[in-house]
């Protein structure tokens, strides 16, 4: 089991030079958050509390100002093959067939090309993906191009997934499909998640547990633990799970709790 802990994370972005008025921007305070690998983890918030920052904390793309980020004890002092990151573009590249770009992060790891090939081979087998390996990245659609980011998250063995709005950019009916793909895949896999989303329905699906951040400075306000990802891999449908009326009042709980203090900002 390993658990990705941040411990009394700040995070503070200097001041802008040659941008007058745009001084240091504390964008995060006081985070303490757990993940440990048998759990999805969703942070919720409204736009610029932090999430994506956050994120990147987590993925050691940036440093906290204060606090510690650790993975098992050990500090995150930058990107590492143990935590590895899927974005809502997939990025895949485009120079490199889906096979290939799967293949990736095994070439960095020095594995040989027949075995790489053939890991590469066996992990699009498992997102679905068996015969896609020779298409280019332009070939693919935009459901297909997210599996094969994840696949490729995936070579790597990660401990930890770290998904910035992995399913934003996909139609309803694709991300519905997707939604239940992810879980099937993050469960498999055994790694822990960290999903950032802007959207409450999907936290609550997908989230073992669902934490709100809220804004100016981030600060983690409420954290709930949520149920449903464990019915839709017992087997019940998305949109079943969904139309229940617990779902729906945990829904219109959280959206109260992200959007408490709206009418206070839109007065002042
Ligand atoms: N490199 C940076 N330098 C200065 N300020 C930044 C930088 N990156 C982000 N910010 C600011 O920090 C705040 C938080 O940004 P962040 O992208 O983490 O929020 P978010 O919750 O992910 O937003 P969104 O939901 O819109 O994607 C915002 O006010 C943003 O403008």
Do not use: C
Not at 5 to 16: A, I, K
Not at 61 to 68: E, V
Not at 129 to 137: H, Q
Not at 215 to 222: E, F, I, K, V, W
């Amino acid at each position: 089991m390993s658990i990705l802990t941040f411990r009394n994370v700040s995070l503070r972005y200097p001041p802008q030079p040659g941008r007058k008025g745009v001084g240091e921007k504390r964008v995060l305070d006081g985070i303490n958050l757990q993940v440990a690998s048998d759990e999805l983890v969703a942070v919720i918030g409204r736009s610029g509390s932090g999430k994506t920052s956050l994120l990147n904390l987590a993925a050691g793309f940036l440093a906290p100002s204060t606090g510690t980020i650790t993975v098992d004890g050990a500090p995150v002092r930058g990107p590492g093959a143990d935590r590895a990151v899927v974005f809502q573009d997939d990025a895949l590249y485009p120079w490199l067939d889906a096979r290939d770009n799967v293949a990736f992060p095994l070439k960095l790891k020095g594995v040989p090309l027949g075995e790489r090939r053939a890991r590469a081979q066996a992990l699009l087998d498992r997102v679905g993906l068996a015969d896609a390996g020779d298409r280019n990245p332009w070939e693919l659609s935009g459901g297909m191009r997210q599996r094969v980011g994840i696949a490729r998250a995936l070579a790597a063995e990660p401990r930890f997934l770290l998904l910035d709005e992995p399913l934003g950019a996909l139609d309803a009916l694709t991300r519905t499909r997707m939604q239940e793909f992810l879980l099937r895949i993050k469960a498999e896999s055994g790694a822990g998640a960290l999903l950032i989303t802007h959207s409450i329905e999907e936290a609550l699906l997908l989230g073992t547990r669902v934490v709100v951040l809220s804004p100016n400075p981030g600060r983690l306000t409420a954290e709930i633990e949520a149920g449903f990802n464990a019915e839709v891999r017992a087997g019940a449908s998305v949109a079943a799970v969904k139309a229940s009326p617990i779902f729906k009042r945990m829904h219109a709980g959280l959206t109260g709790l992200i959007h408490s203090g709206d009418d206070e900002e839109l007065a002042a």
